[in-house]
């Protein structure tokens, strides 16, 4: 019997009220989700009600859910996905949390935090294979989409771990890994939204680059809060990017930009640790185009939006890349 490590507060987290349209299909996809993990709440009750802290605005669901509606309709396979998405991503923030040592989720503490690391990679792992068992149930396709983005996933983590230390890291390498270990679901979400919606092969592609595109920004606009945000108002363990040598664009931009001595001296200060980079950041202007390539990618995915006809979940999905580059947590 796994025991509660600390008093779990009563908050009851719910999807965003600008994803009203389809709030019924999040609560389905949400009875989906909490229904596949039922069973283990007698062994193992206290970590399994710890994830509805790890549940916030319901993005990923949101977005496949919207897009299918804005495509034609949702149905029930929709519901399915969208709870499978939620899983994988809720592992995703599992296993964040470990590689990043963070002790704070959305003002909680992290299960790492209360739990230790092996029970933490364990359950992860748990919600990796009940996702794509969820899959299966639709059909071949939607694993095959699911199997290859959650590849992707992994493989952006890899690389991003694999490069920490890396204080030469380029602006093309760090768009790999975010494409994979963010915008790969975010893309997956909308071409299912679409494709189990009926809209064409095209359709379906341009949905999956307006994802794409809006995983990018939410990334970049992450890792900017990395730096300057506030655990206050992030509800998150901040700084660990910098603190593990991991580079963001912030700071390769900032490298780039400095005279080759300077850039040398602050690489260097990183690698000993304790550097406090708020002054190179302002000396670069590097905060503002980090800020300016999210805005880049937030218009590019509004555009891809005008394969699809007028309707108020069109309107939502222009307002989402926006809402993702001003959030502050």
Same mark, same amino acid.
Request: aromatic content about 4%; overall charge neutral.
């Given at each position: +019997?796994?025991?509660?490590?600390?008093?779990?507060?009563?908050?009851?987290?719910?999807?965003?009220? +600008?994803?009203?349209?389809?709030?019924?299909?999040? =609560?389905? /996809?949400?009875?989906?989700?909490? #229904? @596949?993990?039922? $069973?283990?709440?007698?062994?193992?009750?206290?970590?399994?009600?710890?994830?509805?802290?790890?549940?916030?605005?319901?993005?990923?669901?949101?977005?496949?859910?919207?897009?299918?509606?804005?495509?034609?309709?949702?149905?029930?396979?929709?519901?399915?996905?969208?709870?499978?998405?939620?899983?994988?991503?809720?592992?995703?923030?599992?296993?964040?949390?470990?590689?990043?040592?963070?002790?704070?989720?959305?003002?909680?503490?992290?299960?790492?935090?209360?739990?230790?690391?092996?029970?933490?990679?364990?359950?992860?792992?748990?919600?990796?294979?009940?996702?794509?068992?969820?899959?299966?149930?639709?059909?071949?396709? #939607?694993?095959?989409?699911?199997?290859?983005?959650?590849?992707?996933?992994? %493989?952006?983590?890899?690389?991003?771990?694999?490069?920490?230390?890396?204080?030469?890291?380029?602006?093309?390498? *760090?768009?790999?890994?975010?494409?994979?270990?963010?915008?790969?679901?975010?893309?997956?979400?909308?071409?299912?939204? #679409?494709? *189990?919606?009926?809209? %064409?092969?095209?359709?379906?592609?341009?949905?999956?680059?307006?994802?794409?595109?809006?995983?990018?920004?939410?990334?970049?606009? =992450?890792?900017?809060?990395?730096?300057?945000? @506030?655990?206050?108002?992030?509800?998150?363990?901040?700084?660990?990017?910098?603190?593990?040598?991991?580079?963001?664009?912030?700071?390769?931009?900032?490298?780039?930009?400095?005279?080759?001595?300077?850039?040398?001296?602050?690489?260097?200060?990183?690698?000993?640790?304790?550097?406090?980079?708020? /002054?190179?950041?302002?000396?670069?202007? %590097?905060?503002?185009? /980090?800020?300016?390539?999210?805005?880049?990618?937030? $218009?590019?995915? %509004?555009?891809?939006?005008?394969?699809?006809?007028?309707?108020?979940?069109?309107?939502?999905?222009?307002?989402?890349? =926006?809402?993702?580059?001003?959030?502050?947590?």
């Amino acid at each position: +019997m796994i025991a509660e490590p600390f008093a779990s507060k009563t908050v009851v987290r719910s999807a965003s009220p +600008m994803f009203g349209p389809v709030a019924a299909d999040i =609560d389905e /996809a949400d009875r989906i989700f909490t #229904a @596949t993990l039922a $069973r283990y709440r007698s062994p193992f009750g206290p970590l399994i009600r710890h994830l509805k802290h790890y549940r916030g605005k319901r993005l990923r669901p949101a977005l496949l859910l919207l897009t299918a509606k804005a495509c034609g309709g949702i149905t029930s396979a929709h519901h399915t996905l969208a709870a499978a998405v939620e899983m994988i991503h809720t592992a995703t923030l599992v296993h964040d949390d470990v590689l990043d040592e963070a002790d704070l989720r959305r003002h909680i503490p992290t299960v790492n935090a209360g739990w230790g690391n092996k029970v933490s990679i364990l359950l992860g792992d748990m919600l990796f294979t009940h996702a794509f068992h969820l899959a299966s149930t639709v059909d071949v396709r #939607a694993c095959n989409i699911i199997g290859e983005a959650t590849n992707r996933v992994c %493989s952006g983590e890899l690389q991003q771990i694999t490069e920490r230390g890396n204080l030469h890291l380029g602006e093309e390498d *760090y768009f790999a890994i975010i494409e994979g270990k963010t915008a790969a679901l975010t893309e997956c979400c909308c071409r299912l939204g #679409a494709l *189990y919606a009926g809209a %064409s092969e095209k359709v379906a592609e341009r949905l999956a680059n307006y994802g794409r595109d809006l995983g990018l920004a939410f990334q970049i606009a =992450d890792d900017v809060l990395d730096l300057v945000g @506030t655990e206050a108002t992030a509800g998150k363990t901040l700084g660990t990017d910098l603190e593990q040598r991991k580079l963001t664009l912030p700071l390769i931009h900032c490298m780039n930009t400095l005279p080759p001595n300077d850039a040398a001296a602050l690489r260097e200060s990183i690698a000993s640790g304790g550097c406090d980079v708020s /002054a190179f950041l302002e000396r670069t202007h %590097s905060l503002r185009h /980090a800020k300016r390539r999210a805005d880049t990618l937030a $218009r590019a995915a %509004s555009r891809e939006l005008e394969c699809l006809p007028e309707s108020e979940c069109r309107r939502i999905l222009e307002a989402i890349p =926006d809402w993702c580059v001003r959030r502050e947590k």
